[in-house]
């Protein structure tokens, strides 16, 4: 798309945002506010990512430990 065309889209969303309800124009607020926040995971160390990928990946091969198994295990850590 060139930039004629976006001038034109800028424009019309203008428009139609000056003939928008409140509701219409929060969503639209929140839509695009949340557009500029930064992805959590991208603020992680690239150490941590990296360790969350390989345990995901652990995991995708079936080496996890399953809840059940770890609660009966660990479940007196938990209780007063």
């Known amino acids: ?8 889209m800028r ?8 003939l928008a309800d409140d ?3 929060k969503m639209l607020h ?3 506010e949340t557009e500029q926040e ?3 995971w991208d603020t992680l160390p690239k150490k941590v990512q990296t360790e ?6 652990e995991l995708d091969k079936g080496k996890g430990i399953p809840h059940e198994t770890v609660m009966k295990k660990y479940s007196k ?3 007063r």
């Open 30 to 32: 929140a839509m695009l």
């Open 52 to 57: 969350i990928d390989m345990a995901l990946s």
């Open 23 to 25: 509701k219409t124009v």
């Open 1 to 8: 798309m060139d930039s004629s065309a976006i001038k034109v």
């Open 11 to 18: 424009k019309e969303v203008k428009k139609y945002v000056d």
């Open 77 to 79: 850590w938990f209780t």
């Open 38 to 40: 930064e992805d959590w």
